[in-house]
């Protein structure tokens, strides 16, 4: 059974920095692309970030291009999310995506808030 | 850059109705590289249709998606109880490399 697991949210502060993770199983990880998508509350989904399953392609949204790094770990089957000089714009649910045909994602997490307040 | 538009915003329908959801893009999709997905409150999104017309693995039949181009509409042929939620396209291949549409509710009546 295909599973991904985030961790990592919570509240931070403008400017401050959080690094989320996604733990999957079920599936040969290493083979597929990762993506995260986020979600502000109340609002639609807004892709953020994707990265290719030898890690040698990386894409970003341009809101947060600069700010975000993403990265994996194939001996872990984890992917991550590095965001640096959070803004309020920032909070949302951020899910964690794996690639599927065609462009689309078909297995998301259950979702970790991160939420940028003072 | 691609911004994909979605109509109605809400859609009011009772069970065994057919309901018709469109998605259009302000330029075309590359290789229809089109997915959809539905979300219910508090869970995340449930992938139903890739590639323009292709149903996902589990989904029911009464789910189908046509389109190309730059015009694109899921079908939910006999409303169950349960499809009532929120559905979202998206596209791939554009710039920015992945965009969602605003999403339409679907609302029983």
């Known amino acids: 059974e295909v599973q991904l697991v985030e961790s990592g949210g919570g509240l931070v502060q403008p400017g401050g920095s959080l690094r989320l993770s996604c733990a999957a199983s079920?599936?040969?990880?290493?083979?597929?692309?990762m993506y995260w998508v986020r979600q502000a509350p109340g609002k639609g989904l807004v892709w953020v970030s994707r990265?290719?399953?030898?890690?040698?392609?990386?894409r970003y949204a341009d809101s947060v291009k600069g700010r975000f790094t993403i990265s994996r770990d194939n001996a872990k089957n984890t992917v991550y999310l590095q965001m640096n000089s959070l803004r309020g714009e920032d909070t949302a649910v951020y899910y964690c995506?794996?690639?599927?045909?065609?462009?689309?994602?078909?297995?998301w997490g259950q979702g970790i808030l991160v939420t940028v307040s003072s | 850059e691609i911004v994909l538009t979605q109509s109605p915003g809400t859609l009011s329908l009772s069970p065994g109705e057919r309901a018709t959801l469109s998605c259009r893009a302000s330029q075309s999709v590359t290789s229809n590289y089109l997915a959809w997905y539905q979300q219910k409150p508090g869970q995340a999104p449930r992938l139903l249709i890739y590639g323009a017309s292709n149903r996902a693995t589990g989904i029911p039949d009464r789910f189908s998606g046509s389109g190309s181009g730059t015009d694109f509409t899921l079908t939910i042929s006999r409303l169950e109880p349960e499809d009532f939620a929120v559905y979202y396209c998206q596209q791939y291949g554009g710039s920015p490399e992945v965009t969602f549409g605003q999403g339409t509710r679907l609302d029983i009546k």
């Open positions: 995506v794996r690639g599927y045909s065609l462009g689309s994602m078909d297995y």
């Open positions: 990265i290719k399953g030898d890690g040698s392609e990386i």
């Open positions: 079920g599936f040969t990880f290493s083979t597929y692309w």
